[in-house]
């Protein structure tokens, strides 16, 4: 499976992005798309994970209700709509795949990675 993510860029606060994650290859195998992000001098953290059939999203508590896991599966690709950005949503962000069927917010749970895209949020 590959996972090519795209979409960041700058963006002012309170603005919005919209990142797309293209599953190529074997994308059936996985089950869960998650996206990740990791803010400079920080651990890379989870923001949110959706199943291939639409259902169950899970978000962190920092983007809950600002940010938005969609999916295509006619077209492979989770999307992150991000409104009402803010300086702290800056990052590299991540998406990930999870080739087993339960829900999980670990990004050791995660079986294939993008190469990320940079989100940078101006104040």
């Known amino acids: 499976v590959q996972l090519q993510a795209s979409g960041g860029g700058l963006v002012q606060a309170g603005g919005s992005l919209r990142l797309s994650c293209a599953a190529s290859?074997?994308?059936?195998?996985?089950?869960?798309m998650g996206w990740f992000r990791q803010a400079p001098g920080k651990e890379r953290e989870f923001v949110a994970t959706?199943?291939?059939?639409?259902?169950?999203?899970l978000y962190a508590n920092a983007v809950k209700g600002r940010f938005t896991i969609s999916t295509d599966n006619a077209k492979n690709t989770v999307y992150l709509q991000m409104n009402s950005l803010k300086p702290e949503d800056t990052a590299v962000y991540y998406c990930?795949?999870?080739?087993?069927?339960?829900?999980?917010?670990?990004?050791?749970?995660?079986?294939?990675w993008g190469q990320g895209t940079q989100v940078t949020v101006s104040s």
């Open positions: 990930a795949g999870r080739a087993r069927p339960l829900l999980s917010a670990r990004q050791t749970d995660y079986d294939y």
């Open positions: 290859g074997r994308a059936l195998d996985t089950y869960w």
């Open positions: 959706i199943n291939w059939s639409g259902g169950s999203p």
